[in-house]
């Protein structure tokens, strides 16, 4: 069959609302904008959670639309009200993300220039933002010139990032995987262990050791599993520590563990997705003594810098390692091959094609400077102190003092076996109620409630409503 100009011309037409003109983008934009502006006037008003009622009528639909109207109208009813309220100063629950408005307009920014992310040759003005982000997060966390990372998707992926990277300095090879042992905490990060599976680490020996009252790893405790290891023929191989445990932000003895590495030779990985950014706080430094001397490090814009899902950073302290475990060559990829002269992200993470992610830190942090993220942090970690203080006058009991901006409680009065009883109650109400979410974990045997202080949202009115709310639901009171 001959193709005609015709045929194609009458394509272009029916394919042409793709391309909105002048006018239809600003009529579209506009009914946006006016969707956002009521959703972050109706937070404060709104809940932090709701039970989800089940699938509404919309979403399975596949038909087109009428309007842009219409599908805002089913965003209202069926996304924005079930589950958690991400974007609600009252998320105290899990370790709470952000979305700060700037971060939202670099996204967008990237999205409709579509610059490519992923090589420099194709990108060089996206690469060198990712690159000289990456530069300034090491410079923070006194990272050396020849470290490398990569913004990744979030901590999970960065996670995995370092475990590769770890995977690939020690030729931990299927031969001698069982043989390696990788020394963590029950309290690590449960996508770490995830990490090691899906790369192919799983087989690794793992060693949970004993955590001290403030739930942080005992270094005598590691010294003595890696002698009897040793003993055993193994090979002591990659410890992970944590600076802010998810649980209750515990912050492991980062300067020994990186004593213990080093003298064994071991890769010393810190998750830091949630504490990292409090180490730009002076007053708060002294707690990540060490973290700069760990092999590899993960840090979450998406929690601590307060930015919308979608970011999470992987920094390895020599960046030969990560390297060596992403770079690839293809032949299609061969013009981009000559014009290196930044690293591109897609030699140092699993990713190729990125979107441009780096808009989104750099905008908000060129935009507003690091300082109101500073103080946002400090005032965070303020709250939970504050939060801490109250809490026993109203009976609660701490689980520990909180390190960051975690503050672990339950209900510990009357016969102990009532205790998991009582706080699981607790939470109960509040869920029930909705206007802050808490989770809960298990700790020293218990039931616990947490409040992690994290939302760029999260003010001192909050923390009100909840002591009020946790004054509400004592045991004593709601008979
Ligand atoms: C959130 C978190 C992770 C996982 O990161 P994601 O961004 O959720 O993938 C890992 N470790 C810690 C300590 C965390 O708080």
Redesign the pocket.
């Known amino acids: 069959m001959k193709i005609t100009v015709e045929q194609i011309k009458d394509l272009e037409a029916q394919g042409a609302t793709l391309e909105p003109d002048a006018a239809e983008r600003a009529r579209l934009r506009e009914q946006v904008v006016d969707y956002l502006e009521s959703y972050i006037e109706d937070l404060p008003q709104g809940k932090a959670f709701q039970r989800d009622p089940g699938p509404g009528p919309n979403l399975n639909r596949r038909e087109k639309a009428p309007d842009l109207q219409h599908l805002i109208e089913i965003l209202r009813e069926e996304v924005d009200l079930p589950g958690i309220n991400a974007a609600s100063g009252g998320h105290l629950g ?2 709470p993300g952000g979305g700060i408005y700037t971060a939202g307009l670099g996204d967008w920014i990237a999205a409709v220039t579509n610059h490519y992310g992923g090589i420099f040759f194709g990108g060089p003005g996206a690469v060198r933002m990712e690159n000289a982000l990456i530069r300034e997060i090491a410079d923070w966390v006194g990272y050396p010139a020849d470290s490398a990372g990569n913004l990744a ?7 995995m990032i370092g475990i590769v990277s770890a995977r690939q300095a020690l030729q931990i090879d299927s031969r001698r995987v069982r043989k390696c042992v990788v020394y963590s905490s029950t309290q ?2 449960h ?2 262990q995830k990490a090691f599976r899906i790369v192919g680490m799983g087989e690794m020996v793992w060693r949970d050791i004993p955590l001290d009252d403030q739930f942080r790893m005992r270094p005598d405790e590691l010294r003595r599993q890696i002698d009897r290891d040793i003993q055993k023929g193994l090979q002591p191989s990659i410890i992970l520590g ?1 600076a ?3 649980d209750t932000g515990a912050i492991d003895p980062l300067d020994t563990l990186a004593d213990i590495a080093e003298h064994h030779h071991m890769w010393f990985h810190i ?5 990292g950014f409090f180490s730009l706080l002076e007053e708060e430094k002294h707690k990540f003594k060490g973290m700069e001397r760990s092999d590899s490090l ?1 840090l ?1 814009p ?2 601590g810098l307060f930015l919308p ?1 979608g970011l ?1 950073v992987a920094l390895v302290r020599h960046a030969s390692p990560i390297l060596a475990a992403h770079h690839y060559q293809a032949n299609y990829m061969q013009d981009a091959q000559d014009a290196q002269s930044e690293w591109s992200p897609a030699d140092l993470s699993p990713e190729l094609t990125k979107h441009f992610r780096a808009l989104r830190l750099w905008l908000p942090l060129r935009l507003h400077g690091l300082d109101p993220f500073l103080a946002q942090l400090r005032e965070k970690r303020m709250l939970a102190q504050y939060l801490a203080q109250q809490l026993p006058v109203l009976g609660y009991k701490l689980v520990c003092q909180p390190e960051l901006s975690v503050v672990a409680f339950h209900w510990a009065q009357g016969p102990e076996s009532d205790w998991d009883h009582h706080s699981r109650h607790i939470l109960q109400k509040l869920e029930d109620h909705g206007q802050v979410f808490l989770s809960s974990t298990r700790l020293q045997g218990h039931f616990v409630i947490r409040a992690a202080i994290l939302s760029f949202r999260t003010h001192l009115d909050t923390v009100h409503t909840l002591i009020e709310l946790l004054d509400k639901f004592r045991p004593s009171t709601n008979a």
Not at 153 to 159: F, I, P, Y
Not at 271 to 275: E, H, I, L, Q
């Open positions: 899990y370790i998707s979030g901590g999970s992926m960065a996670n690590a990060h996508c770490l944590a802010g445990s998810t998750d830091a997705a949630y504490g993960v979450d998406h929690k899902y999470g």
